[in-house]
């Protein structure tokens, strides 16, 4: 049975004052109205790693992500951050190749598979970003753009460390635009990248790897998203910056 997983993306926002209030909030309301197995991750600017984590404590449903990391393990790498230091504040999850990744640093897909690497030999679990531009999806060569993302950023990994992937779809177009893919385009490019994975892998590494959608996901759509049999939660970014909304999207299923 695949993992049902909410991960609230919060980017570049909040002060740290802001950020432990936020994430208070979220750890008392999942604790009181989450009854569903559904595993929620906030996954918060570096300053807000070490106090979130704190606030989570053993909480179960509730899991510390970072937002990126180097695929270098230390060294001279001004204003960057390693897996090593994640893990010592308490992070599970890293975020890699969201399209605001891939657009304003120019990570590739090549440089992508190295940053997978560093991250699984750590421990740690990426969710790993792949989803196409408005562009592309016109022209219609969005699915074999997007299940390219996957085939050289994660198709040299071994049928273990493969398994050991979350991958977020997040069609481009749809991110802080407010305009959502409908669940029916959502569940089909959900589906592809299944197939995909499955002519690689095989049906069972296939169906039991979590897929998620991340493109303006809300308390008011979530339900219709997550009803299809390909989709198994979101990645949220303006609604998880909101504990009413991230706990309501969680309480979706």
Request: net charge negative.
């Amino acid at each position: 049975m695949r993992n049902k997983i909410v991960a609230g993306n919060w980017k570049m926002n909040n002060t740290l004052e802001q950020g432990v209030t936020l994430a208070s909030e979220i750890v008392n309301m999942v604790a009181n109205e989450l009854t569903d197995d559904v595993k929620m991750v906030l996954c918060t600017p570096y300053i807000h790693l070490s106090s979130v984590s704190k606030i989570i404590g053993d909480a179960e449903k509730i899991s510390l992500g970072a937002q990126n990391c180097n695929d270098n393990l230390k060294g001279a790498y001004t204003g960057e951050i390693s897996v090593d230091m994640l893990k010592s504040v308490g992070v599970e999850y890293v975020i890699l190749g969201h399209s605001e990744r891939r657009e304003y640093y120019g990570e590739s897909n090549e440089f992508l598979a190295g940053k997978v690497n560093t991250v699984i030999e750590a421990g740690l679990t990426p969710i790993f970003c792949c989803g196409e531009t408005l562009e592309t999806r016109e022209r219609g060569a969005h699915f074999d753009f997007v299940t390219n993302q996957l085939t050289e950023s994660l198709f040299h990994l071994s049928v273990e460390n493969f398994s050991k992937i979350v991958i977020a779809y997040e069609p481009i177009w749809a991110i802080g635009t407010g305009v959502t893919a409908s669940k029916e385009q959502a569940q089909e490019m959900h589906e592809k990248l299944r197939a995909h994975i499955a002519k690689k892998y095989g049906t069972e590494i296939a169906d039991g790897t979590s897929i998620l959608y991340g493109g303006s996901c809300n308390p008011k759509n979530a339900a219709d998203l997550f009803a299809q049999k390909d989709i198994d939660g979101g990645l949220i970014g303006g609604a998880s910056l909101k504990s009413r909304d991230f706990v309501d999207i969680g309480k979706s299923y």
